[in-house]
């Protein structure tokens, strides 16, 4: 058997455990294995962007606030099902279909890759600019930013061809290491400017008792941390025990990204007071904010972090299209993963619309992720058909409307509907304050989650929605 051969059967193998059920015996990680692979897939220089985002909005101690409790509480919430994932040992993506119908989650799945794989290309911009910079370190000039963003691309991509274990592998070196760098950052930052400047820091424009600017900062820390439902099952799924897979994703997710989100304002707020310009761009801070070898051992590992945030996002939602797409190839899928994002990194302009892209984003996953943890709580109450759900021969219950369900379908575009309602990212404008408070991704979840709950309860959507019951018993 040629190598080659034999490392597709492999990536072929990983992309199975997506769409059939892991065994306990076939289970790989435990707490610390988990959290390390869901702190590296959270730790790229996005995080460093969006903490100098926030710095646009509120003051230090609010984003300190906001950063991290809104980071938390939200996964804490959605991050819940999760549970059913370590149980069954399944991916989010088969429960749904029992959600949305087969076809359903089909279609969501690839509304979810155009409206979420743009981050890739935020990822890969970044690392453009690491590498750029460190050229400048060398007094070398400058490579065009689309060539090295694809290169990120494309080196991410080979990473995830390897599966698993390389990604695995890497990140139990990565992680530490970029740890490491976010203390010897915050210590940099707190100590190249004077430490009430960061401490008392408010934006140009601040105005006393305006909470705007506050509800948009936890709407974009709410999220940030929601798109990661797309493939927030695909590492709990291996874990070995139900708590090591949710608190893995909560702190990983949560707690290390938040952490790296500071990071980044820390630096904002200290390029601003040292250099008079707002700088968003991580490579840069490091570049002028730290001593010359530590700042160079800084973007080195910066830089890399994005190759490997890359290969764990290729292969996430590789394997999320994989259990839509059976017949098509693990590396296949990946390869157009990379061909999109990659088409994305030639026009080079996604950076520039970060917040209105965050926002949108979040439009499509908040009722998603609503419609998830009520029908798995409240609705099917943690009890689910496989044989429905693998479509075995004489169980069909979730076959719905030409493999449509109706009802999941329209409480999405409900939520969405009511997310831009209230506010509208493109032009940044409320359009119903008393409901904003809620942040637009909060008020989608709340309502998205009663309209499908109510409507679970009507008799006859009732039966149309449950009859997989006489299977679960």
């Known amino acids: 058997m040629s190598k080659t051969s034999s490392v597709e059967q492999s990536a072929e193998k990983e992309a199975m455990l997506g769409t059939l059920p892991v065994l306990q015996s076939e289970r790989l990680y435990g707490f610390m294995d988990a959290l390390l692979i869901l702190s590296g897939y959270c730790i790229a220089t996005w995080s460093y962007t969006q903490g100098a985002y926030l710095t646009t909005l509120v003051g230090f101690k609010q984003l300190l606030i906001g950063a991290f409790f809104g980071a938390v509480l ?30 359903g989650v089909v279609a969501v799945s690839l509304i979810i890759i155009a409206v979420n794989y743009p981050w890739y290309a ?57 740890l490491l760098v976010g203390v010897f950052v915050l ?16 934006p140009a424009g601040y105005e006393p008792g305006n909470i705007i600017p506050y509800i948009i900062s936890i709407e974009a820390n709410f999220a940030f941390v929601i798109t990661l439902v797309g493939g927030m099952a ?44 707002a700088v968003s761009d991580p490579t840069v801070m490091l570049a002028s904010l730290t001593v010359p070898a530590m700042g160079l051992c800084s973007l080195l590992l910066v830089a890399f972090a994005n190759i490997g945030t890359q290969a764990v996002g290729a292969y996430l939602y590789g394997v999320m299209l994989k259990a839509s797409f059976k017949r098509i190839s693990y590396r296949a899928l990946i390869i157009i993963l990379a061909v999109y994002v990659g088409l994305l990194c030639i026009w080079g302009r996604i950076t520039e619309y970060f917040g209105s892209f965050l926002t949108i984003g979040a439009c499509v996953y908040a009722p998603l992720a609503a419609l998830l943890f009520t029908d798995f709580f409240f609705v099917r109450k943690q009890k689910i058909s496989l044989r429905s759900a693998y479509s075995l021969k004489g169980h069909n219950a979730y076959e719905y409307t030409g493999g449509f369900n109706i009802v999941g379908l329209l409480c999405i575009v409900f939520g969405f509907c009511m997310s831009l309602a209230i506010y509208d990212p493109i032009a940044s404008k409320v359009h119903i304050p008393v409901l904003f408070v809620f942040t637009p991704t909060g008020f989608s979840f709340l309502s998205t989650a009663a309209l499908y709950l109510i409507l679970c309860r009507i008799p006859f959507i009732s039966k149309y929605m449950l009859k997989d019951r006489s299977e679960c018993r």
């Open 74 to 103: 939200m996964l804490a919430i959605y991050q819940l099902p999760v549970i059913l994932s370590v149980r069954y040992g399944i991916d989010i993506w088969i429960w749904l279909r029992a959600v949305l119908g087969r076809k």
């Open 122 to 178: 935020v990822s890969a911009d970044l690392f453009a600019s690491s590498m750029n910079s460190l050229l400048g370190i060398a007094h070398l000039p400058p490579l065009p930013a689309a060539v090295l963003s694809v290169f990120c691309v494309a080196a991410g991509t080979a990473l995830a061809y390897k599966g698993m274990g390389a990604i695995t592998a890497t990140t139990r070196i990565l992680v530490p290491m970029l």
């Open 187 to 202: 210590i940099a930052g707190f100590t190249s400017v004077p430490a009430d400047v960061i401490w008392n820091y408010r």
């Open 234 to 277: 695909e590492i709990p799924r291996l874990t070995k025990r139900e708590n090591s897979g949710f608190w893995a994703g909560v702190f990983g997710q949560g707690a290390a990204g938040s952490f790296f989100v500071v990071l980044g304002a820390v630096m904002a707020i200290a390029m601003q007071y040292t250099t008079g310009e």
